[in-house]
């Protein structure tokens, strides 16, 4: 009885994230848009969100994203806050990109694939997180892929869901913002948690 108690207190609250090197990144990667339809292409519709989950302001300058055919988008000199986002996208043009302002334009010679890979890369060129997905995680037509908790870790598909809000032309996700799905506690969603934390 001792034991199973003291599993459940250890799940109860999520581990620090110095101690788990998947999630030990200042700058992690929160939100991605793979399959918009309110742009007036997908190509054109399709972002990045990075959040700052650390205490401190982050220099993205030197920071870059991967996709699974090693295309690499650079980012440039920023300074993003503590608990602020950043989003990455490929048109800037509000309508035709389905309705979102992006802090960075990388065009559309860098793509998503709805099953795939991004890998986020820090200055030093080393891999702060690698998010490899597949059909069956919960990326959906229109919808966002969203991160539960960005301190959780990235590489499962628990850790994720489809947004549930709509922004600009009729898509679901929330760009530069907290995500539609987010939650911070234990209670909330047990199931998703354990799984988030356990495999």
């Known amino acids: 009885m001792g034991a199973c108690l003291l599993i459940l207190a250890s799940l109860a609250f999520p581990p620090d994230p110095g101690d788990d090197p998947l999630v030990n990144t200042q700058v992690v990667v929160n939100e991605f848009m793979a399959t918009p339809s309110a742009s007036a292409s997908e190509a054109e519709g399709e972002w990045i969100e990075l959040y ?18 090693g295309a ?10 503590p608990g602020g986002y950043y989003v990455l996208g490929t048109s800037s043009n509000y309508s035709r990109n389905g309705g979102y302002e992006p ?16 890998r986020l890369l820090n200055p030093l060129y080393q891999t702060a997180e690698t998010i490899d997905y597949d059909s069956t995680w919960p990326i959906a037509t229109s919808r966002s892929c ?11 598909s628990a850790s994720w869901a489809s947004a549930i809000d709509s922004f ?3 898509d679901l996700g929330t760009p530069g913002e907290v995500n539609s799905v987010f939650q911070n506690s234990f ?12 495999q």
């Open 146 to 156: 969203e991160r539960i908790n960005p301190g959780w870790i990235c590489s499962i």
């Open 52 to 69: 700052n989950r650390s205490d401190d302001w982050v220099n993205l300058s030197g920071w870059r994203v991967e996709n699974q055919s």
């Open 187 to 198: 209670a909330e969603n047990t199931w998703a948690f354990i799984k988030a934390f356990v």
């Open 168 to 170: 600009g032309q009729g």
């Open 72 to 81: 690499s988008v650079v980012l440039g000199s920023y300074l993003l806050p």
């Open 103 to 118: 802090d960075f334009v990388y065009g559309t010679s860098f793509r998503i694939s709805s099953t795939g890979m991004l």
